[in-house]
């Protein structure tokens, strides 16, 4: 079964809101050393499924959003799946500052 434009940025909204929860735990709990890795882990899996209901969504929604960098995050998507062992935390971290907060507002007004 396909799913539905709207279906996909509620995906991309509940992935942003799960990256917050994250991101809040661990600023919360940071005694604790091995959270970092369990927390960017959860961070990584979340930018996946943004990244894929970005390219999944069609050419219409994107279209009307084009203030959004719609080529990046799939991009990035592209390169967690297939260059995993590449990534470097210091980059996932500068993802989820001022870009997630832009697409949040974007496709939540």
Do not use: C
């Amino acid at each position: 079964m396909k799913r539905s434009d709207p279906q996909r940025i509620n995906d991309i909204l509940r992935s942003l809101d799960a990256i917050e929860v994250a991101r809040t735990y661990l600023h919360t709990q940071s005694e604790n050393p091995d959270l970092e890795d369990i927390v960017l882990a959860a961070v990584t899996h979340h930018l996946f499924v943004i990244g894929e209901a970005a390219k999944s969504l069609s050419p219409e929604a994107r279209n009307s959003l084009p203030e959004l960098p719609w080529r990046d995050i799939i991009r990035q998507r592209d390169f967690i799946g297939h260059h995993y062992f590449k990534l470097e935390s210091a980059a996932i971290w500068a993802t989820i500052d001022q870009p997630l907060a832009q697409l949040k507002a974007a496709l939540s007004g």
